[in-house]
């Protein structure tokens, strides 16, 4: 089955500076990518989605770009905040088993002030 | 619009116990989950509903028995908990945009199994 890889588990960060965070997949059916921000306390909530069919995504401070012939994917968000300090998630799903969402295992950011 | 509420919030008990984590969304979304997240391993699913009347197994089903009781409602139970469900779960939702389930997740309940 899909297996996602997330590094690093911990990333600590200056306020303004950039932050990266890479996930692999292991399954080339996969075409579905998105990435959620959980903070303490609460549930992971989506941030920003990639499909296969395309190779890059912005939204404001945050992007994600996809490799599909190496099968990775990242995340990187521009002049980091102390809001943005949570954990991340990446998950990947594929069309014939779109309900299997299977996720990376979690970055922790800390943005410091 | 409260989104996903799950029920309880946090709740102790003892190995050989059962309980019942109730889960129910207002965004007349057709898919349910539930999900657990232990550290360093992520969120790892164990029943979803793809639409009402349908349940399926995700990666750790065992141990747990799912109801969709209606369109709302999502029901996890636990016959005799072990020590190894002490966790937080998770419930969801989805709506299918372009063939992709987007997933919205409740705030979690907190077990703790002695």
């Known amino acids: 089955g899909e297996n996602v890889e997330q590094h690093p588990s911990t990333l600590s960060v200056q306020e303004g500076d950039s932050a990266v965070i890479k996930c692999t997949y292991s399954d080339s059916a996969s075409n579905y990518f998105p990435w959620y921000k959980q903070e303490l306390g609460k549930g992971p909530q989506l941030i920003i989605d990639?499909?296969?069919?395309?190779g890059e995504k912005k939204d404001q401070r945050i992007a994600v770009t996809l490799n599909k012939t190496a099968k990775h994917f990242s995340l990187h968000i521009t002049e980091t905040q102390p809001e943005d300090s949570a954990v991340y998630f990446c998950a990947a799903s594929k069309k014939d088993s779109s309900y299997k969402l299977i996720f990376g295992s979690g970055t922790r950011l800390l943005v410091r002030p | 619009n409260a989104g996903v509420t799950q029920t309880p919030k946090f709740q102790v008990l003892k190995t050989g116990q059962s309980m019942t984590l109730q889960c129910a969304q207002d965004m007349n979304h057709n898919s349910m989950y539930w999900y657990r997240q232990d550290p360093g391993m992520g969120l790892r699913l164990i029943y979803y509903?793809?639409?009402?009347?349908?349940?399926d197994k995700g990666e750790v089903p065992n141990g747990y028995n799912v109801s969709r009781l209606n369109k709302r409602e999502f029901s996890l139970r636990l016959e005799s908990a072990a020590p190894s469900q002490t966790s937080v779960y998770f419930c969801a939702s989805s709506v299918k945009l372009s063939g992709a389930n987007v997933l919205t997740f409740g705030a979690g309940s907190r077990l703790t199994v002695l």
């Open positions: 509903s793809a639409s009402e009347g349908t349940t």
């Open positions: 990639i499909r296969s069919n395309v």
